[in-house]
């Protein structure tokens, strides 16, 4: 009985945990295919990317530097020169009216003024050469060219002519060196035997002994011996030996006669006169005291003179060759070198000939940009000229002139004080601003009582020296105004922009178009052609091709644009800007239910249509 009851409360257990588990694993399941529902319904994202596209343009890019301060009805400024020079004229005096742009003092331009005639004819000769470039040569022209390349060719083969003649002049000078060189050294060694024969003559009458004058005179002619026959131990040898010896220079020179080796010859040539020079000791050896005979000093004199004049001989000899060498060196290369310039000139002719009628479009771009870098240069030499005169920055009252005519002044020359009643924007600026103003730079005013008002005004004063407040230096700036502002009140605020750069006629890319990679700077370009419509819209545009990459450099640049000075022209198109959006796109089902499992084929055909079967 105890045996049933314990099977029955068993099966009880075993029932309650599987009943459990069902419920467990149905609960996960329901979970799982909501889950697997939602996903399946939220669909996928991805991200597209328009393109703001917009055109090159050419504007007058100006960079300008701001700062802001108070309205003032009184203003005194020191009225100095931008340019340095003898001053020409003053036609300012103390307490006289001036109106602004009035001329104060005139400096000597005469430098200024052949600079501004320079720019003037440079930008004239760029244009005439574009203009040539582009309508290509007249047949006149051609035919003149033509001849010029016939005349080119000409001179090439007189100059080739010219470098055969130059080498056998060369040859020919350099051998008769040689030849001569010869002769110097066949004279050097029948000199050398005959002095060594006078030599050995008295040495045999009077210096026979072992004493000192016999064994120096004998180790002194050994040497001399020796270079010139090669007989070893020579001191005491016979005038028969000189004869018969053939050996030592004297070998060598009678065989360089017939070989005529030019190396063999400098090294004998040196070899000689350091014989010569152990002769020459030998007779220096020689006593000439009173066991000679007058007739022997004498010869022993003679003999030396006569080796120093062969010494002297073979020096001018080898300065003679070398200086012959060097000359038939630059001889040959400035032949050559003829040679060169004629087929790099006939070349050149040739190109032009071939390009002058059919120019390459980067030439003609290449030509544009000179005249716009000259037009810009002559901008800036009237610029410059125009600093010469000195004019009244503002109407007022002279106070005070502190130069004469006739005095040098420079740009820290103050030539006199005006003082002006009209208003004056004085404003702070910091120590890097204030190193870009100078005296009448244009600047714009702004109130911040009068949101619509604009005037324009001129830098009158600059301090010379910085005020410091807490750690930071400040500069206090003076502008007065061109016009009357009406409205405009003394102590209002007032906001100036100066213009310290301007590019006239660049062109201009917003800078957050330009990108950097490697150190150079490039924009992107579409490939492809886009709508006029299309054009500026900031919602961009897609692109169905990759953009491309162009290089670029670029000059003057402000807060929002940039000058491009190469890499782009008016009117290209380039990528201004690009907007990433995030896409969801949803995915469908034909015939499936939340049971389904999404893309399980079980109880269908395997087409999502009911298996028939």
Do not use: C
């Not at 003092?105 to 052949?114: C, M």
């Not at 002058?356 to 000179?370: G, K, V």
């Amino acid at each position: 009985m105890e045996k049933d009851n314990l099977f029955k409360r068993s099966v009880l257990v075993l029932k309650n945990i599987i009943l459990k588990k069902k419920i467990i694993i149905i609960i996960s399941l329901i979970v799982a295919l909501v889950v697997g529902y939602f996903f399946w319904n939220k669909g996928n994202t991805e991200t597209v990317t328009s393109y703001v596209i917009n055109t090159v343009t050419r504007e007058t890019l100006i960079n300008s530097i701001s700062g802001t301060g108070q309205v003032s009805t009184f203003s005194e400024s020191e009225i100095k020169p931008k340019a340095s020079g003898e001053l020409l004229t003053l036609k300012v005096k103390n307490g006289q009216d001036v109106k602004v742009g009035d001329i104060l003092a005139v400096i000597d331009s005469t430098e200024a003024q052949k600079t501004v005639r320079n720019a003037q004819t440079s930008l004239d000769n760029a244009k005439l050469s574009l203009e040539k470039l582009q309508r290509g040569d007249r047949e006149e022209e051609l035919e003149i060219s033509q001849m010029d390349i016939e005349n080119y060719k000409r001179t090439i083969t007189e100059s080739e002519n010219d470098l055969v003649k130059a080498k056998e002049n060369a040859e020919t000078a350099l051998s008769e060196d040689y030849d001569g060189a010869l002769t110097d050294l066949s004279q050097a060694m029948n000199k050398a035997t005959s002095t060594l024969i006078t030599i050995t003559d008295i040495q045999y009458s009077h210096f026979n002994n072992n004493d000192q004058d016999g064994s120096n005179i004998s180790s002194t002619k050994s040497t001399a011996v020796k270079l010139l026959f090669g007989i070893e131990d020579g001191g005491r040898a016979t005038i028969d030996y000189f004869s018969k010896a053939n050996a030592g220079l004297k070998k060598s020179i009678a065989d360089i006669q017939y070989s005529k080796n030019r190396t063999d010859i400098d090294l004998l040539l040196v070899q000689t006169k350091d014989a010569l020079q152990k002769v020459k000791n030998t007779l220096e050896a020689i006593p000439t005291g009173s066991s000679l005979t007058s007739s022997e000093r004498n010869s022993v004199i003679s003999e030396k003179t006569n080796i120093d004049n062969l010494i002297s001989t073979i020096n001018s000899r080898q300065q003679a060759i070398s200086s012959q060498i060097s000359t038939n060196k630059e001889n040959i290369e400035s032949a050559e070198n003829k040679i060169i310039d004629a087929k790099n000139t006939l070349e050149k002719a040739e190109k032009q000939l071939a390009l002058n009628n059919n120019p390459d479009p980067l030439d003609i771009r290449s030509y544009e940009m000179s005249i716009t870098e000259k037009e810009n240069a002559l901008y800036d030499a009237k610029v410059e000229l125009s600093n010469y005169t000195v004019r009244a920055p503002f109407s007022g009252i002279i106070s005070t002139v502190n130069i004469e005519k006739g005095d040098n002044v420079s740009s820290g020359t103050s030539i006199a004080t005006i003082i002006s009643k009209e208003l004056t924007a004085e404003i702070t600026l910091n120590e890097i601003d204030i190193a870009k103003v100078s005296l009448g730079q244009k600047a714009t005013l702004t109130f911040d009582a009068i949101s619509d008002m604009t005037v324009t005004g001129t830098v009158s004063d600059v301090d010379a020296v910085g005020s410091v407040s807490q750690g930071v230096v400040s500069y206090g700036v003076k502008i007065v105004f061109d016009t009357e502002a009406e409205g405009v009140k003394p102590g209002m605020s007032v906001s100036a922009s100066i213009i310290t750069q301007t590019s006239q006629d660049a062109l201009v890319v917003p800078s957050t178009s330009i990108k950097t990679l490697g150190g150079k700077s490039y924009v992107e370009i579409p490939n492809e052609t886009i709508a006029d419509s299309d054009l500026g819209s900031t919602k961009g545009i897609t692109l169905k091709n990759k953009t491309k990459m162009i290089e670029i450099t670029t000059g003057l640049s402000n807060d929002t644009s940039t000058e491009v000075l190469t890499g782009l022209n008016e009117n290209d198109l380039i990528v201004i800007n690009t907007i990433s959006n995030t896409k969801t796109t949803k995915t469908t089902t034909n015939g499936q239910s939340l049971f389904q499992m999404g893309g399980s084929n079980r109880g269908t055909g395997g087409s999502g249509m009911p298996n028939t079967r």
